[in-house]
């Protein structure tokens, strides 16, 4: 079987990898970064409360905020696929820091998307160096995932708009120095209604009333924002009058996967470190890792991690592909929903792994436990996200029996 013998050994050689080799160099180089110099903060900064402004710098220098950008606006244009892996790479030792990168796309995917050539040179190159960090502000007190509920009102008097309302939980309140900001301009309209605006911190009547203190992901701020009469030129509406809503949907549609990663990272990091503390911890004369119920248990997570991954990769390589806005969506939501819902499992198990030891702070699973919680929450709740799924769902069996019936 000569033929058979050859296939066998160019699959031996050449493992499976959906990167391309000049991808895996920078894979490789944002590993060894954050094995390097972020997992030595990971204890600390979640200790502190501390935002990693000494991180920011390190990505700045390393131009690691560039793997979210095209070369047009400065970053290395190396696609999604890579950007997702670099989150994942990162959250892996830190979540907190994952999140400096999986922001930066939330906060920059709106310009991305409907940016006018000159907002996208006013601010794009300075989100790719990093000089700029940015945010996100669609939530309100009263209105998470029912974000058309939302109450903030923006009028335009002149050539400007003037904004008014608040907005709630919102990460990188108080870092950032642009802020994308739904606010509606037609409260009357519904969805149709809302509209986007481009928010610079420094704008008159903004303010950043207070951060909250939370569960994980610490060094993260969120914060409340509060907009009292805040002025801005009306060039910084963000596509047309009433396209906000959509706007919305369609960044969260690109950005979701980055929480998908940041959720996966934290789960292959548990299971990396379980893997580790079995081998070494020992009961009944051997390795806890060979009791067989562990066994399974750490079978069971690097299973799911796996299961995820090829979830997440699908993503990136539609993304890089070109795959239409409509097709996206459904993936997306299954990407955030299942490695989100494996971060949570798997996080669990790693802290029973490590037994008593899994429960105090002196080891890291604990925290990849806490970080793990936020990430079936924010972007979407994973309820809303099977919401999506589903609807998707019915949407694609009805145009495809309308096409068998035309
Ligand atoms: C740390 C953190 C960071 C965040 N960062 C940002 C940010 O940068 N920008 C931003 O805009 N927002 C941000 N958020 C807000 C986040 O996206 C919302 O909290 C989330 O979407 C849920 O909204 P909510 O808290 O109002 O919950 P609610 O919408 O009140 O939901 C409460 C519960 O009801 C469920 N539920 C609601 N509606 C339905 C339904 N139709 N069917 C079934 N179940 C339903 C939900 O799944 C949830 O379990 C952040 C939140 C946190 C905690």
Not at 400 to 406: G, I, P, S
Request: aromatic share 6%; charged share 25%.
């Amino acid at each position: 079987m000569p033929g058979r013998c050859r296939s066998a050994s160019r699959l031996r050689r050449v493992p499976w990898d959906p990167l391309t080799p000049e991808q895996a160099e920078l894979r490789d180089l944002v590993r060894t970064l954050a094995r390097e110099r972020v997992a030595p903060r990971a204890a600390e900064i979640d200790a502190s409360h501390e935002f990693p402004w000494d991180l920011v710098e390190l990505f700045r220098e390393q131009g690691v905020f560039g793997l979210l950008f095209d070369e047009e606006w400065g970053g290395t244009g190396t696609g999604t696929l890579l950007a997702l892996v670099a989150i994942e790479e990162v959250a892996k030792v830190c979540a907190t820091t994952s999140l400096l990168l999986a922001g930066q796309e939330l906060a920059s995917l709106g310009l991305k998307l409907a940016g006018t050539q000159e907002q996208k040179r006013r601010y794009l190159p300075r989100f790719a160096s990093g000089e700029l960090l940015g945010a996100y502000a669609l939530t309100e007190a009263g209105s998470g995932s029912d974000s058309a509920a939302m109450r903030m009102t923006a009028r335009r008097e002149g050539g400007e708009y003037v904004l008014d309302g608040g907005k709630r939980f919102i990460t990188n309140a108080g870092v950032a120095g642009l802020y994308t900001v739904f606010a509606k301009t037609d409260p009357d309209a519904g969805h149709d209604g809302i509209s986007a605006f481009l928010v610079e911190a420094d704008a008159p009547g903004f303010a950043v009333a207070r951060l909250e203190p939370k569960m994980g992901i610490a060094g993260s701020t969120t914060g409340e924002l509060v907009f009292d009469g805040c002025r801005v030129p009306a060039e910084n509406l963000l596509g047309a009058e009433g396209e906000g809503f959509r706007l919305a949907m369609r960044i969260l549609d690109r950005s979701r996967p980055g929480i998908a990663a940041q959720a996966l990272g934290i789960a292959q990091g548990a299971t990396d470190y379980a893997l580790e503390y079995a081998k070494h911890r020992e009961t009944m004369g051997k390795p806890i890792g060979q009791h067989q119920l562990i066994a399974a248990k750490l079978a069971d997570m690097e299973t799911k991690c796996e299961a995820a991954r090829g979830l997440l990769y699908r993503f990136g390589l539609m993304v890089d592909a070109g795959a239409p806005d409509e097709e996206l969506t459904k993936a997306s939501a299954m990407a955030k929903l299942y490695c989100s819902d494996v971060a949570m499992e798997v996080t669990t198990e790693a802290v029973q792994i490590l037994g008593g030891y899994g429960y105090i702070k002196e080891y890291p699973v604990e925290r990849m436990m806490r970080d793990a919680k936020i990430t079936q929450i924010y972007e979407g709740t994973n309820e809303i996200q099977r919401l999506v799924i589903a609807r998707e769902m019915l949407r694609e069996q009805r145009a495809f029996l309308l096409a068998a019936v035309t």
